[in-house]
């Protein structure tokens, strides 16, 4: 699977560090999304994003900062973390947000916060 | 709000076995509902979706699942299990309507071990 692809695959990063995940998408898809995946609970819609503007913002700590420069491409600066944020981040995306719109996945960076 | 429960954590069949894996959701209308599998390590790749029609659906890598509205279910099935099917299961509902009201809910998840 190549249509949505994430860097980088894994990252440490201390509670005070800054980093930035990156996101693309080759799909020609106009709605991308992060999810985060925690051991033990469902996946967690965390952004969304259609034709480039935020249109979800579930209640994501201000810590977590999306941006979304085109439709291709979808970042998430990460600042001041704690160690419950460490998890799988998945991106996605889709044709469109809404509707009957599947939803494809990259294979997520796994990020531990130490 | 919608919500999707798969009740089986974890499953363990031999290879060449046929699989059933549980899938229920509750939303007042006709849902969209998917099907995902995760290799570890690795994203969530679709298996399948039902929109309308069919209840009975066709998926990737030989599996099925079917729409039972009356038991609000939409369990995935394979007629016979190979080793390289062990991974995590998700199912999900996306309901809501059109635009920012749409959301994708997943289950908990159920993850498959497939003996020799």
């Known amino acids: 699977e190549t249509g949505v692809t994430q860097t980088p695959r894994h990252l440490v990063m201390g509670m005070t560090n800054k980093k930035s995940l990156k996101c693309e998408q080759h799909l020609g898809h106009n709605a991308m999304y992060w999810y985060k995946q925690s051991a033990k609970k469902p996946l967690e819609l965390m952004f969304v994003y259609n034709f480039k503007e935020q249109t979800e913002n579930n209640s994501v700590p201000s810590r977590f900062s999306p941006e979304c420069p085109n439709s291709s491409h979808l970042f998430l600066h990460l600042h001041t973390l704690q160690p419950e944020d460490s998890a799988l981040y998945l991106c996605?995306?889709?044709?469109?947000?809404?509707?009957?719109?599947?939803?494809?996945f990259g294979p997520g960076t796994r990020l531990t916060v130490t | 709000a919608q919500s999707v429960t798969q009740p089986d954590i974890h499953i363990t069949v031999s290879e060449g076995a046929s699989l059933e894996l549980r899938c229920n959701y509750s939303y007042g209308a006709t849902p969209y509902l998917f099907w995902y599998v995760q290799s570890p390590g690795q994203g969530l790749q679709l298996l399948l979706k039902y929109f309308s029609g069919d209840t009975l659906v066709q998926g990737i890598k030989g599996f099925e699942a079917e729409f039972k509205r009356s038991q609000s279910s939409f369990n995935l099935r394979k007629p016979s299990v190979h080793w390289s099917d062990a991974a995590e299961y998700f199912c999900a509902v996306g309901a809501g309507g059109g635009g920012s009201n749409y959301k994708l809910t997943f289950g908990k998840g159920t993850l498959l071990t497939v003996n020799p």
């Open positions: 996605a995306s889709s044709r469109e947000s809404g509707g009957r719109r599947e939803q494809y």
